[in-house]
């Protein structure tokens, strides 16, 4: 049975649809989409790993939101975490004050997180983390005698968040040419790739994690080591779909980052809170790293929430004197988000969430990899419950698909029909196209046949389009 929302009359979802084009200014949307006749897709509700829009319709949740609902939907533990904290305190800020579920979450998040990486500086999200992470390093370097450290390098492809700091971090031109200028230092070097790496290294991952860790060493000579504060990575990039460290490649940044006295800064928003099978990536790739940004799962979306997680060492020069770090948000560390994600972190115990993800992930890879049997699917990456799928032109060659093709087979044709069909997931083509997976960390292999079963469907016929 399909219950209808309060707020939707049964005639009037056409009209909250109208609202929308009129009203809602929507994040990344090309919005003339929704004046040639398309309806804007409305979710107005969400159960375990699915969702159903304004018209009763469900689809199966593959991108939990954004990479945000680890525990599924529909929890009602955690409402009911926020529901009793906004009744005892809805809100106080964490400007030289202090309430309880922040401290706890604090000391919690210092304890899962690896290393000596015990100070929390909480955001509202993963670009106010990105930036905070950037101002931290800069303002270190001048408390402790290297006052031109600034410099940034990060990874093409790559998204950071949007704020200009963080936007500099990004590497995805598109996101940035509008800005233009943005904060200067943000420097570029490749990333891990290795389905495109060049050809001196196909079938040798190892050796190709090292050529690509040792660009930044090269950035950093080339810049100059005086000039550079912080290397940025995801220890699973996103944008461009997916792309593991290779062995070695991690542990060879750090070295680089001790050996130029740079900080290393491992950006989490995604990664953490069981996506690779830990509550941090890093710690399951055993590295550690200076700084972790982190956001989205923490809370498993029921309360906007954000972190840069720092070490003692960071923290150390703002511990004394008259030293001060003149940052901060209204709504870092709100309260209700705080208890939230304490709760959210008593699910993955209870529920061994991260056992959960390392058990399966393999299986899930396995159903994915059998997709490879259509011509257009070209290599299937990733880790723990986050995969992409890249799609080429041709196999062999790995030919990919020039920007028209890209077009209509990204937005003409792949996002409505896997959409149409009941998965909603992403179609991305920043870099080559690829499909994204990252569903709530909570399914199995009966999920992941589902799953499959849609995909094959839709890029069989997309195949056909080509
Ligand atoms: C790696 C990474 N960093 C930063 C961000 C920005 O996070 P937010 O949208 O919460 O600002 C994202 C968002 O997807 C991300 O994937």
Redo the contacts with the bound molecule.
């Keep these: 049975m399909t219950t209808t929302p309060q707020y939707v009359t049964e005639s009037g979802s056409d009209q909250l649809a109208d609202k929308a084009r009129n009203h809602l200014w929507m994040h990344f949307t090309r919005h003339s989409t929704y004046y040639e006749g398309h309806h804007v897709p409305i979710i107005t509700k969400g159960e375990g790993a699915y969702i159903w829009d304004d018209q009763g319709n469900k689809y199966f949740d593959g991108l939990s939101g954004?990479?945000v609902v680890q525990a599924g939907h529909g929890r009602k533990e955690l409402a009911q975490a926020a529901a009793k904290q906004a009744e005892e305190l809805a809100f106080f800020p964490i400007w030289s004050y202090a309430h309880p579920s922040a401290i706890l979450l604090a000391e919690r998040l210092a304890q899962l997180a690896p290393g000596d990486l015990n100070r929390v500086f909480f955001t509202?999200?993963?670009?106010?983390?990105?930036e905070s992470a950037w101002k931290l390093a800069k303002q270190y370097f001048k408390l402790t005698g290297k006052p031109t450290k600034t410099k940034v390098i990060s990874r093409a492809v790559?998204?950071?968040?949007?704020?200009q700091g963080?936007l500099s971090i990004t590497g995805i031109p598109e996101a940035k040419i509008p800005f233009e200028p943005l904060v200067p230092g943000g420097i570029k070097v490749p990333n891990t790739n290795f389905y495109r790496a060049p050809e001196e290294f196909r079938g040798d991952e190892k050796a190709f994690g090292l050529w690509a860790a040792n660009r930044i060493a090269e950035a950093i000579e080339f810049e100059g080591a005086d000039s550079v504060a912080a290397v940025f990575v995801?220890p699973v990039q996103?944008?461009g779909g997916c792309f593991p460290p290779p062995p070695g490649y991690l542990e060879r940044v750090r070295e680089i980052c001790d050996e130029y006295d740079v900080l290393m800064v491992a950006?989490?928003?995604?990664t953490a809170f069981g996506r690779i099978g830990d509550y941090f990536a890093m710690k399951r790739f055993g590295v550690t790293p200076d700084i972790i940004?982190c956001?989205?799962g923490m809370t498993s979306g029921y309360s906007?929430l954000?972190a840069m997680i720092a070490s003692d060492r960071l923290y150390e020069p703002f511990s004394k004197g008259d030293t001060t770090f003149y940052h901060g948000y209204t709504f870092g560390g709100h309260p209700v988000s705080a208890a939230v994600a304490l709760e959210n972190l008593k699910i993955f115990e209870e529920e061994g969430i991260n056992e959960h993800v390392r058990k399966n992930s393999p299986k899930f890879r396995a159903a994915l990899e059998k997709l490879l049997d259509i011509p257009i699917v070209g290599d299937v990456r990733g880790a723990g419950y986050f995969f992409g799928i890249e799609l080429v032109k041709n196999k062999e060659t790995k030919e990919t698909f020039n920007d028209e093709e890209s077009e209509k087979l990204l937005r003409g044709f792949l996002s409505k029909a896997l959409f149409e069909a009941g998965l909603y997931c992403r179609a991305d083509d920043r870099g080559d196209p690829v499909i994204q997976l990252a569903p709530p960390l909570t399914i199995g292999p009966e999920e992941f046949a589902e799953i499959e079963a849609i995909l094959r469907d839709v890029l069989t016929r997309a195949s056909k389009l080509i």
Excluded: M, Q, R
């Excluded at 509202?124 to 990105?130: F, K, L, M, P, T």
């Excluded at 790559?158 to 704020?163: C, D, E, R, S, V």
């Excluded at 950006?267 to 995604?270: G, K, L, Q, R």
């Design positions: 954004l990479f509202s999200g993963g670009g106010e983390a990105v790559a998204y950071h968040g949007t704020p963080a995801e996103n944008s950006d989490e928003t995604i940004t956001a989205k906007p954000g």
